[in-house]
């Protein structure tokens, strides 16, 4: 197997075209980094989050998983949120979900696939806890889209309930969560408009006193 050379190449090219705009780019991001914004997405190869909201690199930190889950027991995720709030300082958190989404619609059947059925338990999760407005919805493809959006504000909630967030909130730090669906189908993205930005836009028993 070849060395991937067309891919190296396509990255010197790019490299050489920051730098023609701005030959200090990458000196000056090589010393720190300043992102606002934390991004929690889905890993799916057509929703990558720096080209669809226009950002360079060093203006958005980035979690990807299947279907942006926020699962209380990830360290991963977990982490990386504790680096961006505790450390970074982001101001946005944006979880990120798009319609057609592959983790939604393989939680929406009821074949084995292994291992991945242990991560698509928590969309399952998500369904039951919406599964009288679900069920309504008779048309295949609405019904997973609509999971999409009911998964994306669930996933806000996550955040939301973390300790991570809840101590940001009560230091007074300036963090909003917010909920996007993004439209594979014509690149636009949308405000579900569930942003938090306190411990009174959370449910009372996730609320720490
Ligand atoms: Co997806």
Same mark, same amino acid.
């Given at each position: ?101 592959? =983790?939604?619609?393989?939680? /929406? *059947?009821?074949?084995?696939? %292994?291992?991945? #059925?242990?991560?698509?338990? @928590? ?63 014509? =690149?636009?993205?949308?405000? /579900? *408009?569930?942003?938090?930005? %306190?411990?009174? #836009?959370?449910?009372?028993? @996730?609320?720490?006193?």
């Amino acid at each position: 197997m070849g060395p991937l050379k067309d891919l190296l190449a396509k990255n010197k090219e790019w490299a050489d075209k920051i730098k023609n705009d701005d030959p200090a780019f990458f000196t000056k991001l090589s010393k720190q980094q300043h992102p606002e914004y934390l991004w929690i997405g889905c890993s799916d190869s057509r929703v990558p989050a720096n080209q669809i909201v226009g950002l360079l690199p060093g203006e958005i930190f980035v979690h990807r998983n299947i279907a942006n889950m926020v699962v209380h027991t990830d360290l991963n995720c977990l982490s990386v949120m504790q680096f961006a709030v505790e450390v970074l300082k982001v101001r946005h958190i944006i979880v990120c979900g798009h319609y057609g989404c592959g =983790g939604i619609k393989a939680a /929406l *059947e009821r074949k084995e696939n %292994g291992l991945i #059925d242990n991560w698509l338990r @928590h969309i399952k999760d998500v369904y039951r806890f919406h599964q009288a407005a679900l069920d309504t919805e008779k048309d295949r493809l609405k019904r997973c889209d609509l999971l999409c959006e009911l998964n994306i504000i669930e996933q806000v909630a996550n955040v939301c309930h973390t300790t991570i967030v809840q101590n940001a909130w009560k230091n007074g730090q300036s963090l909003a969560i917010h909920g996007w669906v993004y439209s594979i189908e014509d =690149g636009v993205l949308k405000d /579900l *408009e569930v942003t938090a930005t %306190g411990s009174s #836009d959370i449910s009372k028993i @996730h609320r720490f006193k």
